[in-house]
């Protein structure tokens, strides 16, 4: 297919809050949409992370990118964080770089293996193609990134869903402790 021919253009970034301008694709998650990704059951409907996309066709000839702000907060002693998602093309690799606040970046290949690495203003990581990878928040103020990603590398959340990651991160004495998930199932 022939890639859009795009007009060269910019966007601002508020890097404390993460907000984008003008106009970007918002999408909020809220506890609800997130039932079976925690733990514990959660008893309220907060927002747990929004993510602010920049409009790009998502075809392999473009980048992708976005912030995303994970608010501070936890569902029994498990801190709040994204779904994670393998890429459904999954060879399509991502970097991420903080701008704000302060959180760990989980990430598993399909066997199992896992690394995590610290997210703080200022850090990129880079996230190479067939590793799922879920934010965590483990601060008290709102975690936020922006990410850049492959136009075409699309999401499969079916797979994390399905088995969950191999670790969680939780509270333990004040602060974050990288666990063993008692719920993943390992392939
Ligand atoms: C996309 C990239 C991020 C996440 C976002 C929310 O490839 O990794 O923009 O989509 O951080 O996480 P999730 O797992 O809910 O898509
Ligand atoms: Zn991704």
Known sequence: ??????????VHIDFESG?????PVVLVRRLSSLAGYFLQNADTDSEVYSVHEIRVPAERDHLLSSTTIVLPGKVGDEYYMTKGHFHANRDRSEIYLTLSGEGLLVMALENGTTVTKEMRPGVVNYVPGHWAHRSVNTGSEPLVFYAVYIG????????IAERGFPVVVVDRDGGPSVVPNPRYLAP
Not at 19 to 23: A, E, I, N, Q
Request: aromatic share 14%; hydrophobic share 35%; net charge negative.
């Open 152 to 159: 075409d590398a699309g999401y499969d959340y079916a797979t």
């Open 1 to 10: 297919m022939t890639p859009h021919l795009l007009e060269p253009f910019s």
């Open 19 to 23: 907000l984008l301008s003008p106009d």
